[in-house]
């Protein structure tokens, strides 16, 4: 590692060490001297201006940003994309080299594939990195600062360290402060930082040694609610806490995201193989001696033909439907792949406060002196969830809940209590204000309804609870305004309690309403006062002597006093806050109307009313306590407050632990409080570690002695988080983590990080949950991230990958299915698509193996995975999850793969083989049907032979008949057992055999009563062509090149025809749907030529058969002029060299084509056309044979009459005025072209055919189709869909000159069905064998599903 490495290493590590400063402990003196600044004047402008230099503008600093032309730049250059961009730069340069439109096509397909794949998951991940601007959101444009002895409001960008600043309620700090001078009330909100749901007070001590926990720093980004201060700024920017919290969100690395490892992972497989596949059959090709383009484009259907090109698209699509869905149940999906993420989850490490509570302070518990003394009874909250338990009756309820009624200066905001327009302004309806509902009910993600107070309370959070907790009792509002208060003691951090004075409403004047003034009513009461107390239990409860007992006062004894402080301490070991409410009745002749209540007379230290001052002693002993105030007070009871557990949450932590997902609480509460909710909900419930360990100490029980508890074996463990840290071995982690009941409280956005990264280096997939600032560096560094979208900050929704609208934490549980559910839906899509790779990869295979015309074309391939292929697999993502999705343990990303061996093996040695099987099947029964039986394939597809050349086919029987059909009155002559044989072949070879040729009139073959095709072969190339310019590709006189390109010769087909091996055109041909009787006399010279001869290159032009014939013997009379080639001849052809008669065409006598195993490649040759302008007789011993041009007036079969009559004057017509348009046969070729095209066509419906079973037995792995039903009506679609689809690119014209397809019959969409049965039935038996042979039995303790895997499991379940 670099010096450059470790330094950054070793600086990310220090940002996850905790906050170390020392500032809050500082002298401030000492702090004064060394920030160089005056608490009275603050800074001078020369010293702002000289630390403005040094520790620059008071902001976050920018992480740097990807340009936006670059990500997507990225998205089109993966290795995927990269494949893809290759094959379709080679198929243009073919297509530049060659003018061949299927190179043209494929390339501008395979162009678009990557563009729109690329675009759309461009569009679908693109999210702007909106982190550091949501820090930036924290600072207040503008603060109140003390420099030069004035006080005014500067930019905040611009405060320095040791600026002296003001802040009041309602305002953001500015930057790290410490308090120099503070009101009695003065709280900040640090829930975006530390995780607590209360406002934390402040003072100008410090009163802790972790910077965190002490109460005279502020920090940056936090939020004021009440009081002001006076403070001097100790950091700014990045130096701040909340910039360090900034720098190691920034440098927390995104992880990679199981689906997206996964999807990787697989490219790579299918890309190898395709590659692998694809370079090797290029070596094979090259060797054989494929023209090099042809060769290049061959690999790229090979793979083309491997690799799913609409997978990606399919994936995506799959997770944004998901992902939709999900927003539903009110989660918002940021990162797609987040969605499949959430479903490998095996730990969830969760936020306490909002996720899994309500941030709602509750009163969850009261205690009053009823009939039976005092208990605690429980209040309509979650946390209690047997209901309420009090006698709202009682009168000492009654009494308990005036005092806090009264005790109490929260208020609901008017604004919330009526129904207002979009300005806030009220809305009218006949002149009155519409009130709304105290209560209403929502309905969160996962179906369940809370109900919730409608009306907002303003003020603090517990007097909040209390006034919403009592007013569905007794009106608050209108109990206030007919009992107002006379005098108020404020809460403070030193007394702990808070007292009121109120007028007891029992003695108000007649005719007193809530309207009545507060004046009116205080001068109109002539009784006697009351007054109220609340505050901490232990100060409340010694101030009284007498306690309320079912409405009657009576006195408290020594016994009373511990069972109240027993039921104290019960209530706060739950982690409730408390708070404990006294009253007092005052006597109207000592205090009568007029009384001036004060809290502080004039020389004295106590109230001038009773306050049950007679067991208090003041520090200031000089002072003296007024004797009003030691009456003692009457006890009411108490109220337990907590932010109780959401309802919906206990069982969705039941379902995560039978799911086998660990549940973490990682909480910047209190241990007592977080360990209180964790039992609730269920992330703990057995003895913690602590629990043990305090009841030894209680029982002083030792190890050894019976009844002692070993800390070591207890499965629940809470742990502060002042025991953990960055530098802690991994020893000591382990031991924590392996605890099946965790709770990390108190802990710091650090030490969050920290625990996430020690349970994904233990393997775990873990989702981490978050609203605050704090959260942020843990929610980007999880595998999953999940923010909440009502009480979340700004910063964690845009450091999460998905939020929760409804910030429940069961909508995490249902995320988890869901995310399941799209593993196993894409598994499925996968197995889907992966099965027609193999029907499309076979017949590149196959034609490489067995040299047969070529199955299936890379477009076709195309049409199929972009096309047909797409909506079914698609589909797959509305599929409803198998049953026991949420029973499965976890899945093991290092074992359960998206992509697993068994999903290959079924895919392509299974289902796969029968698609092939299938295809084939179609393929050759399509041939067949148009005269190309399947045993004289073989051969004849190896070297770009068929389609451009005349087939030469040797026949046992059959006749030659016209294009009518009727046979020649001449029947053909049949070979016998003494037929001359040349060669080595054996006698009586061609016995049974038609030894004479079709001929002009009769050029079909009909295989007749029992005739049929023996084998066929294509003439060899054996001329090799001139170099040259071609100026006129018909006239014989001047066309002496071939533009360098060889070509066949007329010796080359003698020497077939010399072994009975004739021309073949088949009758079934002509019986086809696709006959074109023009082919039989074609314009050679019309631009639309079949097989683009004379519209495209040389190249092009001479590897079809050309219009003429090139005679060697005629340019090369002793076959002299050659070289030796090993050419790729079609099949046997070239041993049918030996059997050329050089008589027969005017070679010398004694020579020979024959060169053994390589191919004679003549250097001269003449081409003969038959038109007259050769200036000589050369040609004229082939004019009349039946392979030349035809030369008439027009050319096509219906102006056969324009080319003479009878056989010898068509064939040696010449050409002249009359007789203008050279006419060739292309019968024979365009056939095989027409067939071919039909046969690859009806290959592309049967992929489709077995696709519907394909499709079917994809819906589930373990189940049958009868259990799971064939509701998915997308899935419905998608079946009529790949048929219309594929329908429509074979029968609609303009997409067939693209595609090659043709309009083929409907019996040949028949042959697949059969094959499509045949897979359905097979997947189903496995199926079934699969569950009888792998028993399941259910684990008592958690509901989970056992299954003992038989080998069909084992081997077959993907």
């Known amino acids: 590692m670099s010096a450059a490495e470790k330094s950054k290493a070793e600086k990310e590590k220090d940002l996850k060490r905790n906050v170390a400063m020392t500032e809050h402990k500082e002298d401030l003196g000492e702090m004064e001297k060394r920030l160089g600044t005056n608490y009275e004047s603050g800074l001078t402008s020369q010293q702002v201006t000289d630390l403005q230099t040094k520790w620059g503008a008071n902001m976050l600093t920018p992480p740097p940003e990807t340009h936006i032309c670059i990500k997507f730049i990225i998205e089109l250059t993966d290795f995927f994309s990269l494949l893809l961009w290759i094959g379709g730069i080679l198929c243009f340069i073919g297509y530049a080299l060659e003018k061949a439109a299927d190179n043209l096509y494929l390339g501008i397909v395979l162009f678009f594939v990557v563009l729109a794949t690329g675009i759309f998951s461009f569009v679908q991940n693109q999210k702007s990195d909106n982190l550091m601007k949501s820090f930036a959101n924290m600072l207040p444009p503008k603060v109140l600062v003390c420099r030069d002895g004035k006080t005014s409001f500067e930019d905040a960008v611009k405060l320095v360290p040791g600026d002296i600043v003001e802040v009041n309620a309602g305002d953001l700090i500015p930057a790290d402060l410490r308090i120099l001078e503070c009101s009695d009330n003065l709280t900040v909100d640090n829930a975006s930082l530390t995780g607590e749901a209360e406002a934390q007070k402040r003072k100008k001590e410090c009163t802790h040694d972790d910077p965190l926990e002490t109460q005279n720093l502020c920090f940056f980004g936090t939020q004021v609610p009440e009081g002001s201060c006076k403070g001097v700024v100790i950091a700014t920017g990045d130096n701040t806490v909340m910039g360090r919290i900034a720098a190691l969100a920034m440098q927390t690395s995104n992880e990679q995201t199981p689906i997206n490892k996964e999807i990787e992972n697989f490219i790579h497989i299918i890309s190898g193989i395709a590659i692998f596949l694809g370079v090797s059959f290029l070596i094979i090709n ?183 907790f009592i007013h569905p009792l007794s009106n608050v509002e209108e109990a206030r305004s007919i009992a107002p208060p006379e005098a108020v003691i404020p809460f403070n951090s030193k007394n702990k309690y808070q007292v009121h004075v109120h007028v007891n409403e029992d003695f108000n004047a007649a005719g007193v309403t809530g309207a009545t003034s507060p004046e009116e009513i205080i001068s109109g009461n002539k009784g006697g006062r009351m007054v109220y107390m609340k505050g901490a239990p232990e100060r409340i409860l010694a101030r009284c002597d007498k306690m309320l007992v079912n409405g009657k006062t009576v006195k408290m004894t020594e016994a009373d006093v511990k069972k109240i402080d027993d039921l104290n301490m019960k209530l706060a070991e739950n982690g409730l806050r408390v708070l404990a409410f006294c009253q007092a009745t005052l006597d109207a ?245 992966l099965t027609s790779n193999i029907p499309e990869i076979s017949p590149f295979i196959s034609q490489v193996l067995f040299n047969i015309p070529l199955p299936l074309s890379t477009i076709l391939i195309l049409g199929i995975d972009l096309g047909t292929d797409m909506v079914p697999a698609i589909s797959m993502a509305y599929e409803t999850a198998e049953a026991d999705i949420m029973k499965r343990p976890p899945r093991n990303a290092k074992v359960d793969r998206l992509v697993t061996k068994k999903l290959i093996h079924l895919a392509y040695l299974q289902i796969g083989i029968m698609q092939a099987m299938s295809g084939f099947y179609v393929y050759m029964v399509v041939l067949n049907d148009y005269g190309f039986p399947p045993h004289v394939l073989q051969g004849l597809g190896g070297n770009e032979y068929w389609g451009k050349q005349p087939v030469y086919c040797r026949f046992k029987g059959g006749q030659y008949v016209d294009i009518s059909g009727v046979s020649n009155p001449t029947a053909a002559t049949v070979g016998d057992a003494n037929t001359a044989v040349t060669g080595d072949s054996p006698a009586g070879v061609n016995d049974g055999v038609l030894i004479t040729g079709p001929s002009f009139s009769y050029p079909f073959w009909d295989r007749g009563d029992g005739g049929y095709v023996i084998d066929c072969e294509f003439p060899v190339i054996n001329f090799n062509g001139k170099s040259g310019s071609i100026d006129d590709k018909l006239d014989a006189s001047s066309l002496v090149s071939t533009s360098g390109q060889a070509t066949i010769s007329y010796e080359s087909i003698a020497a077939l025809e010399a072994r009975y091996y004739f021309e073949y055109v088949p009758w079934r041909g002509r019986m086809s749907p696709f006959w074109d009787a023009d082919w039989l006399l074609y314009d050679t010279g019309d631009s639309d030529f079949p097989g683009g001869q004379f519209d495209s290159t040389d190249a092009n032009y001479f590897s079809f058969a050309p219009p003429g014939m090139w005679s060697i013997c005629l340019a090369d009379s002793d076959l002299s002029e050659f070289s030796k080639s090993r050419q790729n001849a079609a099949g046997e052809a070239r041993d049918q060299l030996n059997a050329f008669d050089p008589n027969t065409v005017g070679c010398d006598s004694g020579t020979s084509m024959d060169g053994g195993d390589d191919v004679k490649m003549f250097k001269e040759a003449t081409y003969c056309s038959g038109d007259g302008r050769s200036g000589s007789d050369v040609c004229a011993t082939l004019d009349d044979n039946w392979h030349m041009p035809k030369w008439c007036g027009q050319c096509g079969y219906s102006n056969l009459a324009t080319c003479g009559t009878g056989e010898t004057a068509i064939n040696r017509q010449e050409h002249d005025s009359t007789h203008t348009k050279g006419c060739a046969n292309i019968a024979s070729r365009m056939i095989q072209k027409e067939a071919q095209h039909h046969a690859q066509g009806a290959y592309f419906i049967s992929i489709i055919v077995v696709q519907w079973a394909d499709l079917l037995i994809c819906k589930t792995r373990w189940l049958s189709i009868r259990t799971q039903g064939i509701g998915n009506s997308v899935m419905n679609f998608g079946l009529f869909f790949e048929t219309l689809l594929g329908a429509w690119l074979c029968y609609q014209p303009g997409i067939q000159m693209g595609l090659g397809t043709r309009e083929i019959r409907f019996t040949h969409w028949l042959p697949g069905i059969p094959w499509s049965t045949l897979i359905f039935t097979y997947d189903e038996v496995r199926k079934y064998l699969m569950r009888t042979t792998s028993p399941e039995s259910v684990d008592k303790a958690s509901g989970q599903v056992i299954r003992l895997k038989g080998w069909i499991e084992k081997n077959t379940y993907y």
């Open 286 to 468: 090259a060797v054989k001696g494929v023209r090099w383009i042809t060769n290049l484009v061959f690999m790229i259907g090979i793979i083309v033909a491997n690799v799913p090109e609409g997978l990606i698209t399919t994936v995506t699509v799959c997770l944004t439907l998901t992902a939709n869905r999900m927003h539903s149940k009110m989660v918002l999906v940021k990162n797609l792949e987040g969605v499949e993420t959430l479903g490998s989850t095996s730990c969830i490490c969760s936020d306490k406060t909002g996720t899994l509570t309500q941030n709602i302070m509750t009163v969850a518990q009261i205690v009053y002196g009823g009939a039976d003394g005092f208990s605690i009874e429980d209040c309509e909250s979650s946390f209690s969830k047997s209901g309420a338990s009090y006698d709202a009756e009682n009168p000492s309820f009654k009494a308990l809940a005036k005092c806090a009624t009264l005790c109490n200066v929260a208020v609901f905001d008017d604004k919330s209590k009526f129904e207002t327009d979009a300005d806030n302004e009220f809305i009218l309806k006949n002149g009155q204000k519409v009130p709304i509902d105290f209560y209403n009910m929502r309905e969160q993600g996962d179906g369940s309804v809370i109900r919730e107070v409608a009306w907002k309370p303003v003020g603090n959070a517990s007097e909040a609870a209390m006034i919403k």
């Open 589 to 833: 002749k000592k205090f009568p109307p007029g009384y001036k209540y004060t809290a502080d007379p004039d020389g004295y230290c106590s109230p001038n009313f009773p306050i049950g001052d007679f067991n208090q002693k003041y520090e200031n002993a000089k002072e003296k306590k007024h004797p009003n105030s030691d009456e003692g007070m009457v006890y009411i009871g108490m109220m337990a407050l907590i932010d109780p557990p959401r309802p919906a949450v206990p069982p969705a932590v039941s379902k995560c632990k039978t799911a086998g997902i660990k549940v973490i609480m990682v909480t910047g509460d209190h241990p007592v409080t977080a360990q209180a909710i964790a039992y609730k909900v269920g992330i703990l419930w057995s003895k913690t570690v602590g629990d043990m360990e305090k009841e030894n100490d209680r029982d002083g029980l030792s190890p050894g002695d019976e009844g002692w508890q070993d800390p070591e074996t207890a499965q629940a463990i809470v742990v502060p988080g002042h025991k953990i840290s960055v530098d802690m071995a991994e020893e000591k982690w382990d031991s924590i983590l392996a605890h099946p009941q965790i709770v990390f409280a108190r802990t710091s956005p650090q030490q969050k990080l920290v625990i996430v990264e020690n349970c994904q280096r233990l393997g775990h997939i873990v989702a981490v949950t978050g609203d605050g600032v704090n959260d942020s560096p843990a929610l980007k560094k999880a595998d999953i991230g999940v923010a909440m979208g009502i009480m979340g900050s700004e910063v964690s929704k845009n450091a999460a990958d998905m939020i929760l609208l409804d910030d429940n934490f069961a909508s995490i549980v249902a995320g988890v299915e869901e995310g399941r559910l799209i593993f196993d839906n894409l598994k499925k899509s996968i197995c889907y698509t």
